[in-house]
């Protein structure tokens, strides 16, 4: 009886394995993400409306840093747009 439950639990999770490697693109990709991006995977607890949090970002040119908070305040009232991606 054991090793049919063992044998089924095997079965579901190499499955599964297969089934996220499918997604992720490569077995490898499938290893890293439940190695590395599941443990810090969390929702915040920011909603629309909210101020942003402060932040320290690189310049477009890649050798200037900027606050968050500073560009708000001397925007005067206008959006701040951050965008987080990559373009490649």
């Given at each position: ?10 079965v ?6 297969v ?5 992720a ?32 970002l ?31």
């Amino acid at each position: 009886m054991w090793i049919w439950i063992a044998s089924v639990l095997g079965v579901l999770l190499i499955a599964a394995f297969v089934g996220l490697s499918m997604m992720a693109g490569s077995p490898k990709d499938a290893y890293g993400m439940l190695r590395y991006a599941l443990p810090h995977m969390h929702r915040g607890k920011l909603k629309p409306g909210d101020a942003a949090p402060d932040a320290s970002l690189l310049t477009l040119s890649g050798s200037d840093r900027f606050q968050i908070h500073d560009r708000i305040n001397r925007a005067g009232g206008r959006p701040l747009m951050v965008v987080f991606g990559s373009y490649t």
